[in-house]
RNA sequence: GCCGCUGUGGCGGAAUCGGCAGACGCCUCAGACUUAAAAUCUGAUACCCGGAAGGGUGUACCGGUUCAAAUCCGGUCAGCGGCACCA
């Protein structure tokens, strides 16, 4: 078959029938399946976008042909730093780029032959979208979940912008690996940490990948300690947080982040020259250098002191950047003999090393970090882990000192950006006023096209004369529009939802339309997205149905990462490794149809593995196998239902067992075992019609079911053939075959036979058999019964229709 | 350091519950067809010993539970991913 030409022709009468489209008006139960949008960055689709795209398809055909309202759209991430680094590299600006490329990859889309919904489609860097990006972020900023402040923040030196903490790998920027420094600036935030607890206990109903749920947990990093309050002799408060309340009274200092509020007003004056001069060392130091846990410790003593609330005890305060500003209270009692850190910077400043807790039943050799006996703790000696905890918290909060804290690692999410493709921030900026957002009527704040896009630390649209110079909503006056843009993880952060309604001008969406097609039923995608989109994206949905506009909680609900091809050679694809396998030259030889079918049979999908040429020519020849006896079966004369014997059985049983083993793989994204059933039921056909004498109407049968089982998987192929044997109407839109469990019973079931765990023959034995019967048919195998001979049988172990072992001594 | 995952023939990979390890395919070999080759069809194909019948070994390694372990438990090693001075 002429693969090519014949997928032209299904996909144009698919198009012309609208067969891809959701069907608005029917009442079968909906079904949203979503790939993970483009991103278009080069011009033309890769290994990985078939991968992700080509198998999920096909699981979205299969759902389509089992009855159900399938909505299965596509769009493109179009906003974003490689079209702009391009440009700055070429000239071409990242607008005509970026469309060019889409032009491109939809017509690739397109040529895969898969079921999505163009109808439905969306570009985030249209106006139409990014109008309703900025609403979502006025929409935030109204409930106080979008907010403006200075802070220390990633800036990538090469990429000429902050960057959020999730794109920041071990201290170096995710997309160049340059060194990230330490800059403060004043920068838009989500709130996203408002939400840290609800984003980590509804992990536990999804139906996500384990590995994906416990990277997000990880990342949100709950902790639950205990806050305490240390009074300075200054007057002043020292709240600090620890996991470890049990050791309080071996506290023997007290240790503030560098960029602690309270740092230079608890410095004595003797002690001020030496403090100035580490926090200015202190704020020099890089990402890399503050993060790395093999740094030596260093630090300054303020001069002050503070007092343990629980002891009484007299201990000094010191500055050290071992203590992160951002996390808790800034702030950190120092116990040496329970820290590994207290310990390295308590010996090398000669402080006190005070031992509060033993191990049980052994010798304590400091520093001692795990739970252990409480000692040299008043009346808290004696009690162990947890319960010390329990009593000692509850003592600090009698105390009115503190109590029991809740920490997250998790951080706000920084949105500003200082690039030019993206969609501009909705806030204009008065002298008078303040920070204003831009009235809704007035959005969307359009990105103008004329800018000096290279990068120079400052946004490009700062120097957009044009689109910086406005009016105040607020009061009338001259006033300065935003210059940044906003990360486009804004923008993918609630595309799902568009989908839905996606010409609403009104809205970004109609909440009806909503609720009624989401939430995505199954979401394929990479599974690097694992903290970064997919957590951004559930705070998202989150938020919305707290302001109202949605009513469920989790937008996705399946959740499916596919793996990654890798090249010929084991590694990632990529230029520089010379081993990109382009999809192109394998669809232009084989077909769309045998490129998916490679993809599918190929690799295990959520592990992928490296590319391999061979295993293209064989599903190519699988194809040919199936068409051939397709054809060959067509022409048989039809009619005769005759004979119906045990070759009959076989063949009814091969094809039912295909049915039902291809319907639980297909569900499950186990497409490399749905292929192979539907290999052995062709090898089981050839056979069939080997035979002398055959049952022509049982094998038309099996032959159709063949197709209707492969057409999710090879859909141009399988319409061709469908039409080919004179079949009506498309394929797509026939019922998914359901085995006939009658035909899955067997009169006889092939056992295993053991003899003390050893196999010693297998036997055919009628399934109606019971246990004992069972036992009596295998004791009369020569073969058991040579084993057994003078012996007697303790135990007999009958698995029903598998095994029999026979435990002789 | 912490959390998680993975480890099966020459290769890609199967084996929902603990129940015949290696499905399906690639490679290789043999046979059929052919003047020949390709294509196609049929068969063999975990490893070791053996001519065969047969026997032994085997799911990274060591041990355990069980009638029975790739699968469960304990330990070790290797690889991958994530987090990491988070108190």
């Not at 007003?265 to 200015?280: F, G, H, M, Q, S």
């Not at 010996?347 to 006190?352: A, D, R, S, V």
């Not at 947890?386 to 920490?407: C, F, Q, T, Y």
Request: charged letters at 25%; aromatic letters at 12%.
């Amino acid at each position: 078959m002429d693969l090519k030409s014949v997928e032209k022709k299904w996909q144009q009468r698919w198009e012309k029938a609208k067969l891809n489209n959701f069907d608005k008006r029917s009442n079968a139960p909906k079904l949203y399946v979503l790939e993970m949008f483009s991103y278009p960055s080069g011009a033309k689709l890769h290994v990985g976008h078939w991968y992700n795209y080509g198998p999920t398809d096909s699981y979205a055909r299969f759902k389509r042909m089992q009855g159900f309202n399938v909505f299965q759209p596509m769009g493109f991430d179009a906003f974003g730093l490689p079209a702009e680094n391009y440009a700055i590299k070429t000239g071409v600006h990242p607008k005509d780029s970026t469309e060019k490329n889409i032009a491109t990859m939809e017509e690739q889309l397109r040529a895969m032959g898969a079921m999505f919904d163009w109808s439905a489609e969306i570009k985030t860097c249209d106006e139409s979208y990014y109008k309703w990006t900025q609403w979502m972020f006025l929409q935030l900023y109204k409930k106080g979940l979008a907010y403006r402040k200075e802070a220390p923040v990633n800036w990538c030196p090469s990429c000429q912008t902050v960057l959020a903490n999730e794109q920041v790998i071990e201290g170096k920027c995710e997309r160049c690996s340059s060194e990230i420094v330490r800059k403060n600036l004043t920068q838009w935030f989500f709130k996203i940490t408002e939400y840290a607890e609800e984003l980590l206990s509804g992990l536990d109903g999804l139906d996500w990948p384990e590995k994906t749920k416990n990277m997000q947990r990880n990342w949100i990093g709950k902790s639950t300690g205990c806050e305490i309050e240390f009074a300075c002799e200054s007057g002043d408060k020292i709240r600090v947080y620890t996991t470890r309340c049990d050791t309080v009274f071996g506290v023997t200092y007290v240790v503030l982040a560098p960029e602690h509020p309270l740092a230079l007003k608890l410095t004595t004056p003797d002690r001020e020259a030496d403090v100035k001069a580490y926090i200015d060392y202190a704020s020099k130091a890089n990402e890399i250098e503050r993060l790395s846990a093999t740094r030596e410790k260093t630090g300054v003593f303020t001069g002050s002191y503070a007092v343990n609330p629980v002891n009484g005890r007299r201990i000094p305060i010191y500055l050290a950047d071992y203590v992160l500003a951002s996390y808790g209270t800034g702030a950190v009692m120092a116990v040496p003999a329970h820290d590994e850190r207290d310990y390295a910077f308590a010996t090398k400043y000669g402080l006190p090393v005070v031992k509060v807790i033993e191990r049980q039943g052994g010798d304590t050799v400091l520093p001692f970090t795990e739970d252990g006996i409480v000692v040299n703790s008043l009346n808290f000696d004696g009690l162990v882990g947890e319960e010390a905890r329990d009593a000692i918290s509850k003592h600090i909060s009698m105390l009115g000192k503190g109590g029991r804290k809740v920490n997250y690692r998790l951080r706000d999410w920084l949105v500003s950006r200082q690039r030019y493709w993206g969609a501009p921030i909705p806030i204009i900026h008065c002298t008078k006023c303040g920070a204003v957002p831009v009235p809704e009527k007035d959005l969307p704040v359009r990105l103008p096209y004329d800018v000096e896009f290279r990068p120079d630390g400052k946004s490009p649209l700062a120097k957009h004369e044009k689109f910086m110079h406005t009016t105040c909503p607020n009061c009338g006056g001259e006033a300065l529009r935003d210059p940044d843009t906003l990360d486009t993880f804004v923008c993918s952060s609630w595309y799902y939802l568009r989908y839905a309604d996606p010409e609403n001008d009104k809205m970004p969406f109609d909440r009806e339309a909503v609720d009624r097609m989401l939430p995505v039923d199954t979401y394929v995608g990479g599974a690097e997205h694992a903290c970064m989109h997919l957590l951004y994206a559930r705070f998202f949905t989150k938020a919305l149905r707290d302001m109202g506009y949605l009513d469920f909680d989790e937008p996705f609900r399946r959740l499916v990462h596919q793996g990654v091809i890798l090249g010929p050679d084991g590694n990632r694809m990529s230029k520089s490794h010379g081993n990109v396998v382009s999809p192109d030259d394998y669809v232009n030889e084989y077909g769309s149809d045998a490129f998916r079918l490679y993809l599918m049979f190929g690799f295990s999908y959520t592990e992928g593995g490296p590319w391999n040429d061979d295993g293209i020519k064989a599903v190519a020849r699988f194809l040919d196998r199936v068409e051939k006896i397709v054809l060959k079966v067509n022409e048989y004369h039809t009619g005769k239902t005759e004979p119906f014997g045990s070759e009959e059985k076989a063949l009814d049983y091969a094809r039912n067992f295909a049915i039902a083993r291809v319907t639980r793989d297909l569900e499950s994204f186990s497409f490399n075992t749905a292929i192979a059933r539907l290999m052995e039921l062709v090898n089981v056909i050839y056979k069939y019609d080997g035979l002398e004498t055959k049952n022509i109407t049982l094998l038309k049968e099996t032959v159709k079911d063949l197709l209707l089982l492969l057409a999710p998987c090879a859909p141009h192929f399988s319409e061709e053939l469908w039409e080919k044997t004179g079949e009506r109407g498309f394929i797509v839109e026939q019922r998914y075959p359901t085995e006939n469990a009658a035909a899955l019973v067997l009169d006889e079931k092939e056992y295993a036979v053991q003899v003390n765990s050893k196999i010693v023959t297998k036997a055919m034995i009628p399934s109606s058999y019971t246990g004992s019967e069972v036992e009596t048919f295998v004791m009369g195998l020569p073969e058991v019964v040579e084993r057994v001979a003078g012996k007697t049988v303790k135990k007999c172990v009958v698995v029903p229709g598998r095994l029999v072992n026979l435990i002789i001594g």
